[in-house]
């Protein structure tokens, strides 16, 4: 139903979709990515497109001049759940930069190639190709489905690659009156900026744990830590798609706190400012038309 010009925003406003609202303003959605739809996970069994090499199977009627598929009915493929496929782009961009922030757009990590392809006869007679996403999506919808807590993979048309362009969590950012406010929590509900965080969270908890039974006070850890997480930040306006991904931090501290009646422990607050991906490009057109004079 998402091909129909319906308005999504009041679909979700409806009574019926009043847990999922809830869910979404709770701050554990923060930490929850759905991602939509569906992807073809292989090409049908057949001679011209996926052979079996036991017996000759065709998985699909296939019309005997041609050799494309006939009668090729949409629930016959086999689809699998396209979080899969995020999973892939996760797991790529740790391995190229030790942080899975380069996941998203078609140039910065979020481009899925080499999906299957298959070609089928189409009531009109001529052969054209499957869309291997479930459903091609347009920009305005991704838009749209990305401001209601979804992450859509989006497929270029006649082509064998989808991009997921958003990285939104499931959570609805907190409207607040300071602007800076409402951008923090903006930024927190991306998933590149929660899996980075994240990990430095991680890393921050395991290393003082490390310490434990150390004779170290608070100012040592303070500096111990704020040089390390230092090694991460890349302060350089002009750095470029790879270097902030293997730096994504812009600036960081730490700040180290002694717990008031608990004697050697310690509170740790990092802050840490990630380096921006661009969200969008909003475009204007202006019009200047001359009007002629009437003849006199």
């Known amino acids: 139903e998402l091909s129909k010009p319906r308005d999504l925003d009041k ?19 923060r930490f929850v990515s759905l991602t939509m739809p569906k992807v073809l996970a292989c090409l049908p069994y057949g001679q011209a497109t996926s052979p079996v090499e036991a017996f000759g199977f065709e998985e699909f009627d296939v019309d005997p001049v041609s050799g494309i598929a006939v009668n090729a009915d949409h629930n016959d493929y086999c689809w699998m759940n396209s979080s899969y496929v995020l999973g892939v782009k996760l797991t790529d961009a740790f391995s190229k930069y030790g942080f899975c922030t380069a996941i998203r757009g078609a140039e910065g990590g979020g481009r899925v190639d080499n999906l299957p392809t298959h070609f089928f ?29 979804f992450l859509p993979l989006c497929h ?39 899996m980075a965080t994240s990990r430095f969270a991680h890393y921050l908890k ?22 390390w997480i230092l090694g991460y930040v890349n302060a350089s306006e002009g750095g470029g798609q790879e270097i902030r991904a293997k730096y994504p931090l812009a600036d960081a501290r730490v700040q180290v706190k002694e717990i008031p009646g608990s004697p050697g422990s310690y509170n740790a607050v990092a802050w840490l400012k990630p380096w ?21």
Request: hydrophobic share 35%.
């Open 11 to 29: 679909v979700f406003e409806s009574l019926e979709y009043a847990q999922w609202r809830s869910f979404r303003e709770s701050a554990d959605s």
């Open 121 to 149: 006869m189409s009531d009109d007679g001529d052969p054209d190709m499957k869309c291997p996403t479930e459903i091609g999506i347009t920009d305005r919808r991704e838009a749209e489905l990305g401001k209601l807590g």
């Open 156 to 194: 270029y048309k006649n082509t064998n690659y989808a991009v997921f362009f958003g990285a939104q969590t499931c959570q609805k950012p907190a409207n607040h009156e300071s602007p800076e406010v409402a951008a923090n929590a903006a930024i927190s509900a991306r998933l590149p900026y929660m």
């Open 206 to 227: 395991v290393m003082a744990r490390d310490k434990i039974g150390s004779f170290m006070e608070a100012e040592d850890v303070e500096s111990w830590l704020n040089r």
């Open 276 to 296: 921006l991906q661009m969200e969008e490009l909003t475009t204007s057109l202006r019009l200047v038309a001359k009007i002629p004079q009437s003849g006199g």
